[in-house]
């Protein structure tokens, strides 16, 4: 196969379909693309009990192994840049090269909550989570507002996005994660940067490349460049 084998991993709420648009060209172009929904998510939402970033990671390590991707890329947005260090962890053999995009990095033992949100943002969701039996979701406005507000609100892939969303397991979120044995891999990183993101401010995604050792590329999108610049995100991959 001359193409490249690319493998995309979700973020918080969402699942395998929000990467159908970056999917589409890549394969076009002859590359061999596979997409995940973790545990809790997209068509595997009723396996919310299973959701971890353990159970996450081998997730998509499963899924690369019976796609028989050996040598991936492995795209993490948002949340999934807690997932896709484990991945490399769990199939270094099988992981070519990391992208993060608008992806949280997490420090050795750190959790997805404690590293991202704000202190006097976490008893809130603490507190959404207890009420919705252990899995948070915000409401429609604030996701558009938080994750897709490069797309005016009545936007086809806006409305198609948030019909989609589901609501996200909060175990993931309060784990800590080991990250000693992924800092130690000898693995390409890459870091892409959202521009005009309100969930991971551009600042805080420059502290996360530094984290991996990059400086980070820099994309002029909101949050969730897979929905509104699907052609432009999958140009900078295939550049890979």
């Keep these: 196969m001359n193409g490249k084998q690319f493998v995309f991993v979700h973020g918080m709420s969402h699942g395998a379909w929000c ?10 172009a002859g590359h061999a693309t596979l997409a995940v929904d973790l545990p809790g998510h997209g068509r595997r939402a009723h396996e ?7 159970g996450y990671a081998r997730a998509v390590a499963d899924a690369m192994m019976l796609a028989g991707f050996d040598r991936a890329i492995v795209v993490g947005h948002s949340m999934g840049g807690v997932v896709i260090p484990k991945v ?9 090269h990391l992208v993060f995009v608008a992806a949280v990095v997490l420090p050795d033992g750190g ?3 404690a590293t991202q949100v704000p ?12 009420s919705g039996g252990g899995a948070v979701q ?16 009545g936007d086809p892939r806006v409305v198609a996005a948030l019909t989609r969303l589901t609501p996200q397991p909060f175990k993931p979120w309060v784990e800590r994660v080991a990250m000693r044995g992924f800092y130690a ?13 309100q969930a991971v401010l551009p600042a805080r995604a420059a502290e996360y490349a530094a984290r991996l050792g990059v400086a980070p590329v820099d994309l002029d999108t909101d949050h969730g460049p897979m929905l509104s610049a699907p052609d432009t995100l999958a140009t900078i991959l295939a550049r890979l």
Excluded: K, Q
């Design 138 to 153: 915000y409401p429609a406005v604030v996701e558009h507002a938080r994750w897709m507000n490069g797309l005016p609100p």
């Design 185 to 197: 891999l000898d693995v390409p990183r890459t870091y892409i940067r959202c521009l005009r993101d």
């Design 88 to 96: 490399a962890e769990l199939v270094p053999s099988r992981v070519r």
């Design 48 to 54: 919310r009990a299973r959701a971890s970033v353990g």
């Design 111 to 113: 959790s997805l909550l």
């Design 119 to 130: 202190a006097p943002a976490r008893p809130l969701l603490a507190g959404l989570a207890a």
């Design 19 to 28: 990467w159908e648009h970056v999917e589409a060209p890549l394969r076009r």
